[in-house]
């Protein structure tokens, strides 16, 4: 299932909200209102949660993963 979703507000406001900011200056980040999976979305990790970086987000489905394993 492939959901799409917004966001509305700018990098500001998002490290304002979450007391963050992201992680280098050059992140460019700007408001979308079709965010879709494979697109660089910004997330707040439990590991740094003072920082913001961008990462892809989506599914990778089991078939893929059988077709081709992660490198050891």
Aim: one cysteine or more; charged letters at 20%; hydrophobic letters at 40%.
């Amino acid at each position: 299932m492939c959901v799409r979703y917004s966001i509305s507000v700018d990098k500001s406001t998002i490290e304002r909200q979450f007391n963050a900011r992201f992680a280098t200056a050059q992140q460019e980040f700007e408001p979308t209102y079709n965010a879709a999976p494979s697109q660089l979305i910004p997330i707040i990790t439990t590991y740094a949660p003072s920082e913001i970086t961008l990462a892809k987000w989506g599914f990778v489905p089991v078939v893929d993963e059988l077709a081709h394993p992660p490198a050891e």
